[in-house]
């Protein structure tokens, strides 16, 4: 359950925005940083607070169609099905972008990504200010996407950043992102709403993300091409068959690994270094950020990351041996968004 909405602080909040400032206020899937969207200063803020590069657009909160409306050029129909069935929630809607939009948001693009977030404090906020505001995670640009007010007020100065605590984001991952300016619509960005259900709303195929993005898919979303999600610790991810050789290393050096099977090869580790995760997927992925920051924040050598299963036939990086039974066909493209999202924040383990 969020944490009640506190109208003061709102108020408190919207008003900091109207004054050119920036905000973070907690949504579903992460934290946001906030700031008025029509405002070309505090979007050049938001940049340079979070050092951001200016090749990678920012996304625009809005509390529904009707104020996407005055930063999208236009309302496709497809956008009009997708917003119906599941806005507010974790989607993200690239759409033709307006002419008289700040062009660093779409950094220089023709488009514009928009997106209604399912928290009451971020809807407060909006409804508050009465306008579009930017909606990037508030996280320095390439580390770990907060999931409290803590892992924001741990990035940024009071100064600078106003937060709005709205207790931990239940889904935990960042918003599905896609692509509707193109004769077939093409998810970006894996998320929590996968391509099957835009396929049955829209009625038409739907494409995942290549194995490797296309010079196309880059240019059309730069934030594909960093290492991203990334904790300061060296980072590798690791297969079950690989367990046995995590398990030798973890004797001699000092690492933490984070799974959630309970492998043979793992159960004799110390609680200091096995960081168990749920192994469903809605409750890992809510748990996942938290999780590489506690790792982190051990000032360990190396962390370790079991990789999950996935059924997902665009996997990026499809283990060689499964951790687990397949997942059901429901939740299988949330094991795909984990597993991006671990793609980019590791490298992988070389031993045997
Ligand atoms: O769940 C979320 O989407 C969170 C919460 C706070 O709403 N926001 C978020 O924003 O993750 P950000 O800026 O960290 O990630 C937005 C992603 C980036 O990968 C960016 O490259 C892509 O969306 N993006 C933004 N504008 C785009 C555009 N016009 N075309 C294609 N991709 C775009
Ligand atoms: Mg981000």
């Given at each position: 359950m969020p944490t009640p909405i506190n109208l003061d602080d709102v108020t408190r909040a919207a008003d900091r925005l109207r004054a050119g400032g920036i905000v973070a206020s907690p949504t579903e899937t992460v934290y946001g940083l906030g700031a008025d969207a029509l405002s070309p200063a505090a979007v050049n803020k938001v940049f340079a607070l979070k050092g951001r590069p200016a090749t990678n657009p920012l996304i625009v909160h809005v509390t529904g169609p009707e104020m996407a409306l005055r930063v999208a050029a236009s309302w496709p129909r497809r956008a009009e099905l997708l917003a119906d069935a599941f806005?507010?929630?974790?989607l993200t809607l690239v759409v033709p972008r307006r002419d008289?939009?700040?062009p660093a948001i779409t950094a220089g693009g023709a488009t514009v990504a928009v997106r209604s977030p399912d928290h009451p404090t971020a809807m407060a906020l909006l409804f508050a200010f009465g306008g579009p505001l930017v909606g990037p995670s508030?996280?320095?640009?390439g580390f770990i996407s907060p999931t409290t007010a803590h892992h924001v007020r741990d990035a940024f100065l009071e100064r600078d950043v106003l937060t709005l605590d709205g207790?931990?984001?239940?889904?935990g991952i960042e918003s599905t992102v896609v692509l509707l300016t193109e004769p077939r619509v093409r998810i970006l960005r894996p998320g929590l709403i996968g391509a099957s259900d835009l396929a049955a709303v829209l009625r038409e195929p739907v494409d995942l993300p290549g194995p490797a993005p296309s010079t196309a898919e880059l240019l059309q979303s730069?934030?594909?091409?960093e290492s991203h999600y990334a904790p300061s610790t060296q980072s590798f991810r690791f297969t079950a068959r690989q367990a046995p050789s995590v398990a030798a290393l973890a004797r001699r050096a000092r690492i933490a690994v984070i799974a959630h099977q309970e492998l043979e090869s793992l159960a004799d580790l110390d609680s200091a270094t096995l960081l168990p995760l749920p192994p469903l997927p809605r409750l890992y992925a809510a748990r996942l950020y938290e999780t590489l920051r506690e790792a982190d924040a051990r000032g360990l050598e190396a962390i370790f990351i079991l990789m999950p299963d996935t059924n997902?036939?665009?996997?990026?990086n499809p283990p060689?041996?499964?951790?687990?039974?397949?997942?059901s066909t429901a939740d299988a493209h949330i094991w795909a968004a984990i597993a991006d999202r671990l793609t980019r924040a590791t490298r992988p383990f070389l031993a045997p």
């Open positions: 806005w507010p929630g974790p008289d939009l700040p508030a996280n320095k640009s207790g931990p984001c239940s889904a730069p934030g594909l091409l997902d036939p665009n996997d990026p060689a041996s499964p951790t687990s039974a397949p997942a």
